[in-house]
């Protein structure tokens, strides 16, 4: 089955029954009906559906090089820029179904496992390095349409710059065995978004091991033996898309990932016990520029949601003329702009790597994922600065279906919206900002790439400055010594 | 009945039997037993007892100038900056018990109520001002303890500079009529924070009214005929103190006062009907003062508070070492001794006003109220910016009463604190920063006192500058043409 | 005479005599040996000259239309995206030469009048406009490579909103009379950078003319009679190069520009007495896309320089090793690229305008000029917070001639530069940011565009934000009232 | 001679013949005369003056213990919070004569000396520590009003973290011999502020010492055999004050100090060649707090001076009607207000050390230290950004007496000032943050207690954070393992 739907979609999970937690008990029954996830698999399952819709499946898929059945976009490796200016289409068209909430749409994990395989002759010749296994499991996936999350953070125990892990116990999770069928696999990973509710999971290593038996990278069913996803607490708020906008339909779900001596087969194994590899293949590979080409795509469309909220409320309480308000929406524009020319950017400036693919500028990519960590919280900032206290006269939906209607109506109506409307546009800012689910977007796309204190150094030390400092050396006639 | 009890506080409100709408339901049966308000008025309770407490009635109470009995020491009019003194030691002991987090715990309103009694001579001999009514509503407060909420912002329908109303409905409250018994209030008011859970609510003007039908003062009991208090949505996240340990205890609610033609008995007017006073007596009374003295003082208290979690935090993870950690804590820091020193230089500058009161200086208290709504959503930005991954690895108190509590054990354990302690703090840290009820107490410190940019603006045509120009003047002998 | 020479503009500018006033003397003899323009004249001159380097001149020049001569492509109307480009390559290759230091470089004025002549048709119809007159003044400029300085601000004597001037005597220039010869002008304008070094003064208005005397466009010599420039202090250091990199070599001069009833021949003017053309034309015109593609393809070269000082300091001193340096490098790297990507976004956007040239994408350059007001402040205040103390360690080029320089070199020296060449790095550090010459650079680029609060303000009101408040009325099925 | 007058300032100085070049040339003749220190050598003298002015010589002086002769209160050891209050009274007495310009006004140093003495029991019995030379140095200074500077920072040659040098020739100024009449220094020292118009210069370490020949302490006259002082450029605009009001008056210049084998008398010694005293004496002595006091009480008048030239900008140019004005203005009073309450509170809150003297709150002063060096840059900034192009429109004082003053007139009149008046105002503001003069006064102020980075850090080490960490502990019922 090449693209699928979104009924195959929540078939296949719901059959999977994977082992899943939330709030003490496992989840039994149908997972596409528990409260925790059905909005989630519901707007996931909706994308999937845009693969066959007239209108919308040109810019969504391709023709497979395998099967020439139609597979999704994002699983394309491009070859030209033309190839990424459509890989671009196609993520902003689904992130549109969802104004950029979901961080980990499908296309993120299918871009991931693209630009892996795309990089597996990198392992090639290495000593427990399996390349061909990620061509393989890419090309399963592609045609599958295998809908995915990865893991790839220790948990925080001891954020100090040289702790060691020395507990008797596994706490980061590492290969505790190698047996006849595969590797063996104890401990845990941190955050599986969409953990649980996806056919595999994909793990592997983000450098800075220090300990081989931590270093590898696999991708297993997520119903696999041993393997149990513990869900921090559902920060859906109700079924009422009055009430929740958002978290009702786009609650992703966080989980912390439980390798409970895992088996995973030897065809899985991309790589293990090989630290050189372990540090060095996310780096080296082209898993970088091709997320974050999807990720600031992403981006863009969340921004564009968030301009149409700030000026939602602006023109729905009539404070466009304060020079203040002007000032705060520019600089949410000024982000935009600055992330839409960035992308473009790194289209442009793209080049084909050494095997053949063409890779986004990642030095231009780089600068959008420093700049995006800081900006988007100071868009709720501005939010919270307009909406003022709109944001606390937020009624819910069945208030307005009870006998207190008539007052809501008089007196929560504004200058360019009746009460109901207004609420509604409030109760988004809310949901946007505010809820829960509002304030682990905020953090989600804080720490999207990683702490962004180190972004900045690694921006530091890879960006080359050279030529600078040797045109200041030429103006002042100077040399080092 | 002077000082009261927490039990005497639950059963007068309980009796009251306020109209009080909440998710398209009225509130039946006793309002401390409702989900939405039993936590909060259970807190409210345990402030009440302090008041008996063997340990801290001395700081809590005074001797009543009229029966003798112990009263509050909120409603205190200071005469010495000994008195203010006390003030601040009753107010910051009433805010450790919920580390400030309750903004409007009673000695806030108290606090409004004093000030309004000790410049009620403002009103003498004006036209439709009964001062003498303060007087009397102060000492019967006093008396009786009574606990308040006020109302004093207009629907937020069009914010533009120079809007008029016009509708042929009331939208703001207004007077629609006066009879022999009193005057007649129809219309709606933002947004009474703890709204139906108070025996009282004082109604005033706080300047801006272009129609004198809008500009009034006065106090009537919660339970008036016509008066209904709309809710928003309760941001209590449950009642488990493990998963909410704030919400569960400090959701103060805010409410929408709906003023269905309330009749407002004469003895209960201050004033009314006089537009010059509507719009002047907020500014000339110490109203601004003592409020700020006590708000200010409250927010120390706060602002120790989230140095402790953020203190917490960075011993869990052990991230002290870093340099942008230790800088983001001194921010913090600095902010704490900034409160200190201008609540201190507030009383050491204090100054005896017309009446013999020894008021607060106002000024260094506007540099207080302009200081903390800008700091206040750092804080809460550091704490992400620190808890990062591990305010998304939050399980339930349910989980860790589960089967899956052994891998909670030991995947979230940390450096200095076991999992369940380390879970424990970093929901709290959630609760103060990321939930609903977090994201409104930061919604509510930005807006404390008003609009910032607004607060600022009047900084600085209050303030005096002429010393400083003809310095400058002397120094290049110019001067003005 | 097509493109000139350095010794041609020399010889011109010696030739006119113009009225230059500074420190209260009138300059006398040839300006371009007078202290305070002969270090500009000499780097302007160095410009020209490259219109004839065998490396340079392709990228310098093209083919006249007219004449098939050689002149300079920054008065070439593009036509093409590629044009386009060909623009942004010669004023790249111009700035730097002067690494960015030169706001006025003659291809900024070039490209003023080019975009005047591309929109001349605009004036085609309307009353007391001139369209023919800019076309040939525009012909003859290029034809000729004159140099040319402008200016459109009023005189700062009340910035109130509703200002107007009501005083006996002109302060602003307005037209005081016709003639059969001209128009006759009189008062003053801000703020001619190198008035008084160029060919010709362009007189115009940028908006906000409420009396329709004081709009007008037109230019005529500098040497014209009556016409004044009136010098601030100049901020020359001094000859050493050692001492002054930057003032030595790139002072532009500011000047009051004062009319002193000066005739405007009729072939001279554009327009007059029409104050809707007066309001409205700048902002119609190829004025800002093309203006603003130049001033940020120069901008991006004088940030590279920038970002080249901060490393040499960084290199000089040792301190890459520590995060907050890494971190305000890369605030650098980060605005760099970001305006390198809004350039060529706007090249890419650009679109064939009514007349037929190609315009570069308006909102995508305001975006670029409403960030690097911002962030130009922000790399000298990075520049002082690295040398720190080094920049309070900086003697001149006479000490390393004099008896203290075997003190110098042994206690001056760094890690990586010897004495001499650590001082020649700070002090040019220095030069950038606190000399006077530097710190008027700042304030050069902080308003390089005007006041940054209105540039914020234009950009909200200019951009089309519909579609994104549209897909949020989608989404929660509203309308407007 | 106790108290002295300018004159014996001024002679004192012009005797020593202190061993100072400046721009390669040594000084020669009366340096009281020298066009790169006469001014502030004069303002210095008025300083002096004062003390002999009948309207404030009661502030500036007391009885000396020893000798009930008038000395400067500067070196009262204060025993009192009274104490405190003259002291601050006495500093900002000087202060508002240079509108805290004067970093180093004579004040600052006798301050250090001062604290200093009243610590010097923690030398007692320590190996090669000499408090009683410290003591007898002390009352001489006192009893003949010594001026002084102070050295303590090494050359900047390499600022990684582990640096030591190994050069064979000294840079970092260090013990090379000691002999019967005392130790032998060679090396130099970075920045002393006034070397060479001092009559001593007081050397120590202020940690971080690796080298216990680096360590040491000590006072010597500025003109000891071997001793050189290297000026930077001098920022002295010239003579005239309407073109340059601060250069020419309160250029305080700063030198290296170059040690060519000074012999330091035994009885000027205070410690050497001990490591521990060497890096623990300056935290443990009350310097800071000393130090600290003087310094933010200058900075208060300082801000004063900074508010009246904002005010005289708006006022000049008549905008303060606008919103961003207002709150420009109104970070400054914040500032200003904050900076009162701080010294306030350290002197409210100060307590008697073990030695009988009366501290000033050294965390409170911390936290003023952590602050000014943030908003002072600010302060400058906002200068820039309300001064716009009045800061550009800034002819000299010849222009006015020159042909063209009828323009200047006509064309720099504003609202409120003539136009004389205003370009005295422009250029103070152009002074104050634009002239080299002003830049390096930002800077000084940048640094002024060091590093911005390593203050954080150790504000955040050195504060007591246990309270609110228990607080949390207390309240979430956890504890650490």
Redesign the interface.
């Known amino acids: 089955m090449p693209a699928i739907t979104g009924d195959d979609y929540i078939d296949r999970i719901d059959e999977l029954k994977n082992n899943v937690?939330?709030?003490?008990?496992?989840v039994t029954g149908k997972i596409s009906e528990h409260p925790a996830f059905k909005g989630v698999i519901k707007s996931q399952a909706a994308l999937y559906d845009l693969q066959y819709d007239e209108m919308t499946k040109d810019v969504m898929t391709y023709l497979s090089p395998l099967t020439g059945k139609q597979v999704g976009i994002s699983y394309l490796q491009p070859k030209t820029q033309g190839d990424l200016v459509k890989r671009r289409a196609m993520v902003q068209q689904w992130a549109?179904s969802n104004?950029g909430m979901m961080g980990r749409s499908p296309d993120y994990m299918n871009t991931v496992l693209m630009a892996f395989a795309s990089s597996a002759k990198l392992l090639e010749g290495k000593e427990n390095c399996f390349p061909e296994n990620i061509t393989k499991f890419y090309e399963y996936a592609r045609e599958n349409d295998l809908s995915m999350t990865h893991t790839f953070?220790d948990?925080?125990?001891?954020?100090?710059?040289f702790?060691f892990e020395d507990s008797e116990?596994p706490?980061a999770a590492k290969v505790v065995d190698r047996t006849e069928k595969g590797i063996v696999v104890k401990?845990?990973r941190?955050?599986a978004t969409q953990g649980g509710i996806t056919d595999e999971i994909l793990a592997f290593s983000a450098g800075g091991v220090v300990d081989k038996a931590n270093g590898f990278a696999f991708s297993i069913p997520s119903n696999s033996e041993g393997l149990?996803f513990?869900?921090?607490?559902s920060f859906v708020g109700g079924d009422s898309v009055f009430?929740y906008?958002l978290s009702s339909r786009f609650e992703e779900m966080?989980t912390?990932v439980?390798f409970d001596n895992v088996l995973v087969p030897w065809d899985r194994v991309f790589y293990y016990d090989n630290m050189e590899v372990s540090n060095s293949f996310m780096g080296a590979s082209s898993f970088q520029p091709f997320t974050l080409h999807q990720a600031v795509s992403r981006q863009i469309i969340k921004t564009?949601?968030v301009?149409?909220?700030v000026?939602?409320i602006i023109?729905t309480?009539?404070?466009?003329?304060?020079?203040?308000?002007?000032?705060k929406?520019?600089?949410i524009?000024?982000a935009l702009?600055?992330m839409?020319?960035?992308v473009?950017?790194s289209e442009?400036d793209a080049q084909i790597d050494e095997w053949g693919f063409m890779r986004p500028d990642r030095?231009?990519l780089q600068?959008a994922i420093?700049?995006f960590p800081r900006v988007y919280?100071r868009f709720t900032?501005i939010i919270?600065?307009l909406g003022?206290?709109?944001?606390?006269?937020?009624?819910?939906?069945?208030?307005?279906?009870?006998?207190?209607r008539a007052?809501?109506d008089?007196?929560?109506?504004?200058?360019?919206?009746?009460a109901e409307?207004r609420v509604?546009?409030f109760r988004?800012a809310w949901d946007l900002?505010?809820?829960?689910f509002?304030?682990?977007e905020?953090?989600y796309e804080?720490?999207f790439f990683g702490?962004?204190?180190k972004l900045?150094?690694q921006?530091?030390?890879s960006?080359d400055?050279r030529?600078?400092?040797?045109?200041?050396?030429d103006?002042?006639a100077?040399?080092?010594?």
């Open positions: 937690w939330i709030d003490g008990k496992q549109r104004n953070i948990p925080q125990v001891n954020r100090t710059q702790y116990e706490i401990g845990a941190l955050l149990r513990v869900c921090r607490e009430n906008p966080d912390i439980v564009e949601f301009l149409g909220v000026q939602s023109d309480i009539n404070i466009s003329e304060y020079q203040h308000v002007q000032e929406v520019s600089e524009i000024v702009e600055t839409k020319a960035l473009m950017k442009v030095t231009t600068i420093n700049t919280p900032e919270q600065l003022a206290s709109g944001l606390m006269s937020i009624p819910t939906e069945d208030a307005f279906k009870s006998r207190v007052d809501l008089q007196y929560l109506q504004s200058k360019s919206r009746n409307d509604r546009i988004l900002t505010m809820s829960s509002g304030t682990r905020t953090l804080r720490y702490d962004p204190v900045a150094s921006l530091y030390f960006y400055k030529e600078y400092v040797k045109r200041v050396e103006f002042l100077v040399k080092k010594v």
